[in-house]
Each structure stands twice: as C-alpha cells, then as structure tokens.
C-alpha cells in the first residue's frame, strides 16, 4: 500500500538521514577497527565515505525545510545519529552501551521532546 502523499515530505528527510548518518558514522570510527593503516589513508578513506553523506544530508535538509524548521531538523538528525552509533557501537565495534549511557540518551530524547512540542 502506498504511502498517502502527504506523509512523504515528512518520511523522506528522515530516511535520507538515516543513510546519511550510517556513511558518517563509518566515516568517522569504522578505521578504529583498522587502527595498524596510516592516518593518511584513514583520513583519505574517511573523507570518500563522507562524500556519500553529503550527497544525502544536503538534500534530506533542503526537502526537510518543506516542513520542519531548522531546530527540528537539526534534532531529528542528533536523535537518528545517536541511534546509529549505538547499534554501530555494538554491531561493528563490539563495545556495548552502558547504563550511563543509555541515561544520557534519556536525556537528549527527552531535549527531543521540547523542542518537537513547542511552537516553531
């Protein structure tokens, strides 16, 4: 069943930024697997990696501005982020998510919530 085509410009941003956030998030520590290759490499790799991000982010932000503000889709952005570095963190670099971490996730959701409940 299709989507009802008002829900799209709501839906889409947030998809591309989940794909945006999982090639960043590769950008940014997938080489601490790889901690025996020089930085050069690491930095040259990380930055075609990160290539790919922008290519989604810049378009998830400028369709998103359809219809979230700024703040909003700088929170919707932090919140995917944090959730793919979670599972990053488990998944890929094998170190879990402590309570105290699990808290301050709380806390950023709860931010979330404020800033999604007020006027714009």
């Known amino acids: 069943m299709p989507l009802p085509s008002f829900s799209m410009p709501y839906i889409l941003p947030i998809v591309l930024l989940v794909f945006s ?3 960043m ?3 940014w520590y ?3 697997r790889f ?8 930095i040259l790799v990380s930055w075609m990696i990160a290539f790919f991000e922008y290519c989604l982010v810049i378009p998830a932000n400028r369709y998103g501005s359809d219809v979230y ?5 700088k929170t919707i952005q932090e919140v995917i982020t944090l959730i793919v570095f979670a599972v990053f963190s488990v998944l890929y670099l094998k170190q879990p998510i ?3 971490q699990l808290i301050g996730f709380g806390f950023i959701a709860l931010g979330a919530f404020f800033i999604f409940s007020g006027r714009p």
């Open 21 to 23: 956030n999982v090639f």
């Open 25 to 27: 998030t590769f950008a």
């Open 30 to 32: 997938g080489h601490l």
């Open 35 to 42: 901690k025996e290759q020089p930085i050069l490499l690491v």
């Open 69 to 73: 503000s700024a703040a909003q889709l």
């Open 98 to 100: 402590g309570m105290h």
